[in-house]
C-alpha cells in the first residue's frame, strides 16, 4: 500500500506564490507519473500538472507560465510552485501517482493514467482577491 501525503497549502492573496509538496511512502513500490489534481467548489477534478519519471511535464492550459510541477526521486516527492496566484486556483489541491511502467507524454494520457494510481487526501488552498 502507498500513502501520498501533502503539505504547503493555505490561504494566500492573489499574485502571491505557494509551494506544495507530497511525500510518498510504503512497502514495495514503484512510482512512475507524478501529478497534482485540483478541485473547486462546485465543479469537477481536474488535472494541473504532470511529470513523468523522465522529467517530461504537461500542464493545464490556465496554469502554463504560473506553475512549475517537480519532483526528487530520491525522497520520493513531487512539489508544485505556485506563482501570480489566482482566486480561480483556489480549490483542495490532490496528489497523484502511478507505479506501471507505462510512459506518458499527452495531458489526457496522464489523466488516464492517474485514475487508476495512488491518491493524497488533499490540500486546501485558498487565494483571496
Known amino acids: 500500500q502507498v500513502q501520498l501525503v501533502e503539505s504547503g497549502g493555505g490561504l494566500v492573496q492573489a499574485g502571491e506564490s505557494l509551494r506544495l509538496s507530497c511525500a510518498a511512502s510504503?512497502?514495495?513500490?514503484?512510482?512512475?507519473?507524478m501529478g497534482w489534481y485540483r478541485q473547486a467548489p462546485g465543479k469537477s477534478r481536474e488535472l494541473v500538472a504532470a511529470i513523468n519519471s523522465g522529467g517530461d511535464t504537461s500542464y493545464l492550459d490556465s496554469v502554463k507560465g504560473r506553475f512549475t510541477i517537480s519532483r526528487n526521486d530520491a525522497k520520493l516527492s513531487v512539489y508544485l510552485q505556485m506563482n501570480s496566484v489566482r482566486p480561480e486556483d483556489t480549490g483542495v489541491y490532490y496528489c497523484?501517482?502511478?507505479?506501471?511502467?507505462?510512459?506518458?507524454?499527452?495531458?489526457?494520457?496522464?489523466?488516464?493514467?492517474?485514475?487508476?494510481?495512488?491518491w493524497g487526501q488533499g490540500t486546501q488552498v485558498t487565494v483571496s482577491s
Open positions: 510504503g512497502r514495495d513500490f514503484a512510482i512512475n507519473a
Open positions: 497523484a501517482a502511478d507505479g506501471t511502467p507505462y510512459y506518458c507524454l499527452a495531458y489526457g494520457c496522464f489523466d488516464n493514467l492517474f485514475q487508476g494510481g495512488y
